[in-house]
Each structure stands twice: as C-alpha cells, then as structure tokens.
C-alpha cells in the first residue's frame, strides 16, 4: 500500500524533472554528489536521482557517501574544497556552513540558476533567508530540514496534573515535583547537549535566543549580547544547582539523551527530531505510547524559540559542469521532493505548505504540529571568511568547547 501511495508523488517528481531539463543539455554529462552519512537518507536520495536520470537520459549522477556525523563530514569537506577538487559537483552541508563555505570561494552562487534571493527563498521556512543567502547571493538551496524539540513523558506530566510548561522556570518547578513524587534518584528532570559538539552551541542559545536576542547580524557577523548570553548560561547552571540537569551534563551527547530517555531516566529531553522515531519504533524503548512534544519553553517575559538544523545543496565552486548540477540542485529543492522525503522518509520538509500536505499528515502525523515548532526556529549561522582564509576542521569543536567552559565556570 505504500508503494502504491507513493506513486502519484513519484510520477510527479519524473515531471517536474523532465520540466526542469531536457536530454540535449545533459548529453554525456556525469555529476558527483556528495550525499552525507546515512542520517542524510542516501538511499532516499539515489532514488530520486534515478528519477531525474530517467528523464534526464544524458545525465548519469553518481553519490558519494560518508561520516557519520556532521563534525566528520565537514572535516572531509573542507579538505576536499580547500584543495579545489573538480571531482564532485555537488555537496550536501550543514545549516551551519553556506556563509562559511561561500566565503571561502568554495561554492558557486546560484542566482543565475534560481533567481534572486528573495523569489528563490519565497517557498520555503523562513530561516532559509537568512542562512542560504550571503551578501546577496543564493548559496545553498534547501535539501530537508531538522530541529530541536522538546520530547517530555506524558504519562508523567499526566499522572501529577501539570500542564506543559511554559517557561525554563516552570520546567524545573514541574521537574522537581515529579522527580520527588517518582522518588527514583537516577531520574533527570531535563536532558540537554553540553558535551564540544555543535549541539552544545544550539543549547547555550536556546535561552539567548528566547530573550528577543540575535546572535548574527543579516550579513553573518556574531553580534553577541553579553548580559543576555549570561542571563541564559546561569538558566542551566541553577538548573544543575537545583539537580534538574544532571551535573556531567559537559559530557552529554546527542545520542547520550536519545538513550536516556528511552530508558525512561529523563522527564524532558531536547533532541533532534530523528529522535521521535527512536523513542516511539526502537526494541529497547520503555516510552513507547508515553512521549509528547511541544515548544521549547522561553524566558521569563521572553518567546519560544529553537534550533533549525538540516541539510542544504550547494553546487561547487571548482565543478566542472556548474550549470548542469544547478539544474539538479533545482530539481532537489521542489515542494515534489520535499513530500517524498517526508512520507518515505519521515525528514522534516523545508516548504511550510507541505507540512499539512494530506499526504503527509496522514504518513507522518506529528509533522502538522511540528510545523509551528520548525517556522519560529531560527539556525546559529557561522559567519564568512575573508578570500584566501582557511577554517580549520576543529573550529566548530573549538567553538562549542568555549561555550562548555563557559557552562563550567560560570562565565
């Protein structure tokens, strides 16, 4: 039945592929795409080059695989691009990375391919604007979107009559009563990323940012406000203090959270949302029928806001056939593929309407409240780099280690 329900989305795709190119402009034309680990779905992603080859008979794409996170993959990346290697085309990059890389004059912009920033980036999430577009040129194009939601026991929340909270302050006020009523010394009222990941920079601006505060200016440039930065850090430290956070939180990881909530050690948990799928399908979960989700809760006095991940195509600077891969980054980036990617893949679209697309709602049913939660998000873009000035692959690590010592010593 799936396959069945999948066809009508499949034979739109061949269209918009066909609509996109024609076989005389790709004669004998083989492009190499970057595709990311296997969180990235390259298997969903070679399907959908095979559509676009089978109307596209001249173009034959060949994917490239690789890393399991995205600390490893821009590590592989940027040893590839800083040595202007033609042979891949195209790559798949981090939220994070197209004010880096285009800086860097790795990557091609798009414009004469997709038009201006603000027609290109019309369709999609807001935050694609702002994390897409560097000093008037489309960098990326949107591939498929992640972000940080926050998972909590609803059994739990349930069991001691508390209504979802709508503050920091009203989570660890919700987290102590259930903590002293379980009596259960290991259960941790909220599971957060503090470990030098590039999690670890999305959680110290969870609070920064629900304060009203930016931290990138509209050309990239970190624009930090000290006293609201602090403001946010001292939220988790009394957080620890109050035994709410667990006090290693330095070493906490992303799967680290996803395993302790599974096991039923963690009353709220922020995570990516792949995780929904590993608390509600895994063998090993003891809260399968018991999570909820919601916003991420805000400041006292401030407005929920999250953390917008996901994934990008951007089309090399050093390719040899530019024009011909832009066509398939076009093609990457329809509202046809978003919908594919989320029914058969459950990946989170980049285009608001497909959210409460019925196809979608009716495959994957969290996404239509999950839409609120990803449109209000916002991404901690990286900035620029001068012509000729190289990042490093440990700058990112560097970076999320600075903010853990600042957890660790208060500033």
């Known amino acids: 039945m799936k396959r069945l329900k999948l066809l009508p989305a499949l034979a739109l795709i061949a269209g918009l592929a066909v609509s996109i190119g024609t076989t005389s402009a790709y004669a004998q034309t083989t492009l190499r795409v970057f595709s990311g680990g296997a969180n990235q779905r390259p298997d969903l992603m070679r399907k959908l080059f095979d559509q676009y ?9 060949e994917i490239e695989t690789g890393g399991a996170t995205s600390e490893l ?7 590839v691009l800083n040595a202007k290697d033609s042979a891949i085309d195209i790559y798949m990059i981090d939220i994070v990375n197209p004010a880096q890389y285009f800086g860097a004059g790795w990557l091609e912009p798009l414009n004469a391919y ?26 990326a194009m949107p591939g498929f979107a992640d972000a940080m939601f926050m998972y909590y026991r609803k059994d739990l929340l349930e069991k001691y009559k508390i209504a979802e909270p709508k503050t920091w302050d009203e989570l660890a006020a919700a987290s102590k009563k259930i903590q002293a009523g379980e009596g259960n010394p290991n259960l941790q009222g909220l599971s957060i990323q503090g470990a030098p990941i590039e999690g670890a ?69 922020i995570n990516w949302g792949f995780a929904w799928d590993r608390f509600r399908m895994d063998k090993d979960s003891t809260v399968q029928g018991k999570v909820g989700v919601m916003p991420l809760p805000a400041m006292a006095g401030g407005k929920s806001a999250t953390c917008v991940g996901g994934w990008q195509w951007a089309v090399s600077a050093f390719s040899k056939n530019k024009a011909e891969a832009a066509k398939l980054v076009k093609f990457m980036a329809t509202p046809a593929t978003s919908k594919f990617l989320a029914v058969e893949g459950s990946l989170l679209p980049t285009i608001q309407s497909v959210y409460v697309d019925a196809d979608v709602v009716k495959s994957v049913p969290r996404f239509k409240d999950a839409a609120n939660v990803v449109i209000a998000g916002r991404a901690a873009r990286c900035p620029g780099l001068r012509a000729g000035q190289r990042r490093g692959p440990d700058d990112d690590e560097r970076r999320a280690r600075a903010h853990q010592e600042a957890r660790r010593g208060r500033g």
Do not use: H
Request: hydrophobic share 40%; aromatic share 10%.
């Open 53 to 61: 080859q089978a109307a596209n008979p001249g173009v034959k794409i």
């Open 201 to 269: 920079v999305c959680t110290f601006l969870l609070p920064y940012w629900s304060q009203g505060k930016e931290f990138n200016d509209a050309s990239g440039k970190l624009t930090l406000d000290k006293a609201a930065a602090v403001k946010g850090l001292n939220q988790w430290l009394s957080m620890v203090d109050a035994g709410v956070i667990k006090r290693n939180v330095a070493e906490v990881k992303t799967p680290d959270t996803v395993n302790e909530f599974k096991a039923g050690q963690v009353i709220f948990a």
């Open 114 to 139: 997709v038009g201006s920033p603000a027609d290109a980036m019309k369709p999609y999430l807001p935050v694609y604007l702002q994390s897409n577009v560097v000093d008037g040129k489309v960098a």
């Open 73 to 79: 993959q821009r590590q592989y990346l940027s040893t």
